[in-house]
């Protein structure tokens, strides 16, 4: 069971996050005309085996975002942290 250590609540199971996608990902700039570079960003995504840091939000707790860094391969996670200063 994967369970994940909210700086606000304590250690909590996943089943009250929400799961927001890739950290790892860029989003091209706003005016960016390339739809090449779009569709990349919207539908091409590595599956990796390893660590990687994804978006949770604690939806039935604290609403915060975080950025939690997870092993894909066996859910051990490496760290958590507030979103708005993991992207800071």
């Not at 304590?10 to 929400?18: I, K, P, S």
């Not at 919207?42 to 975080?66: D, I, T, Y």
Request: charged share 30%; with cysteine.
């Amino acid at each position: 069971m994967l369970r994940i250590e909210c700086p606000c609540c304590g250690l909590r199971d996943h089943d009250e996050f929400r799961y927001g996608g890739d950290a790892s990902v860029r989003r091209p700039a706003y005016n960016d005309p390339d739809p090449d570079a779009w569709y990349r960003y919207v539908f091409v995504r590595p599956n990796p085996a390893g660590q990687h840091r994804e978006f949770w939000q604690h939806v039935a707790g604290c609403r915060e975002w975080l950025v939690v860094e997870r092993d894909t391969r066996n859910h051990i996670i490496a760290s958590v942290n507030f979103a708005r200063k993991s992207l800071a």
